[in-house]
């Protein structure tokens, strides 16, 4: 069976989370990138919009896609969409000039603390209570392993400090976020996109929202004054994690493979010719664009589950 049968089955027989009858397993992975999470927070919206939700067993994120999961789950995916491009939020979480006075140029602690908290405010709640499974990633910091932090989130305080480790980028987010006294770094750092994860816990099924097109697989090598600072960041604060990034994009053609091979994925990417948007892009205007991409590509392969789009 394939995805979009297995979606179409699931809303007609309109089965939720532990009244299922049939013996699947479906997953939605979230992929992140900082900035570049806006595509996959605009495909949150269309799944939103269409409600799909119900219909997956469990959510996965990664990175900025733990944030774009956590907002789908308290069902406010469509209404903080415009926290991407509102200027307020947008200029003080990301600043580029506060790496001249060692401050994080990505500021998530008052991503998570202030803005979604007395700005644009995310139903905590709502997410813990969702009966549909949430598995925020991070990369282990000493092991370089991911890490699954589903079984650590308990109340508001660890579900705020999970989606702070699970998009902790490396230097630019400042120091790792420890969670019972072990350092946490990005997920994407282990898994690009969490899908050995979610294979390994059984997945049978998967949606996978990209934050990448189709044509954007290759990085760009470190310079050797990168290589030289986040040698030194990483030794000092999360050594396990060295080789990872040294590696990472063969950690990214590992994931690429694992979706393309599995005989019931759908991926979900933004169409070629979308703007490339970098880690800490913040331009209203090609926020917005880019959302809306989001939602469209969304809409055009999951519409026809009920009935629109494509």
């Known amino acids: 069976m394939t995805v979009l049968e297995l979606l179409r089955e699931r809303r007609h027989q309109q089965s939720v989370p532990g009244q299922r009858n049939d013996d699947a397993r479906l997953v939605l992975l979230v992929e992140g990138g900082s900035s570049r999470g806006v595509y996959s927070s605009g495909m949150t919206v269309a799944i939103e919009r269409l409600g799909l939700l119900p219909l997956f067993d469990a959510v996965y994120g990664s990175s900025a896609g733990s944030l774009n999961a956590a907002w789908l789950l308290c069902g406010r995916a469509d209404h903080s969409k415009h926290a991407w491009w509102d200027p307020a939020v947008m200029r003080t979480t990301i600043n580029p000039r506060r790496a001249f006075t060692r401050r994080p140029v990505v500021d998530t602690h008052h991503l998570v603390h202030t803005i979604y908290t007395q700005v644009v405010p995310m139903g905590f709640q709502e997410v813990l209570d969702n009966p549909v499974e949430f598995h925020p990633m991070a990369t282990d910091g000493l092991t370089g392993e ?149 939602v469209e590509a969304a809409m055009r392969d999951l519409g026809g589950v009920v009935g629109v789009g494509r």
């Open 146 to 294: 991911a890490a699954d932090l589903h079984g650590y989130v308990r109340d508001t305080l660890s579900l705020q400090t999970a989606l702070r480790a699970s998009a902790a980028m490396p230097f630019l987010a400042g120091d790792p976020v420890v969670i019972d006294g072990r350092p946490y770094v990005d997920a994407g750092l282990s898994e690009t996109i969490p899908v050995g994860t979610a294979l390994d816990q059984k997945a049978t099924h998967v949606v996978a929202l990209r934050t990448r097109r189709e044509d954007e697989f290759l990085g760009v090598p470190p310079s050797r004054g990168e290589r030289m600072v986040l040698s030194r960041w990483f030794a000092r604060h999360a050594p396990g994690v060295v080789a990872n990034w040294l590696g990472r994009e063969a950690i990214r053609a590992q994931d690429e493979e694992l979706l393309a091979s599995h005989p019931a994925c759908l991926q979900i990417r933004p169409p070629l010719g979308s703007a490339v948007i970098g880690r800490t892009e913040r331009r209203p205007r090609v926020m917005q664009e880019a959302l809306d991409v989001g």
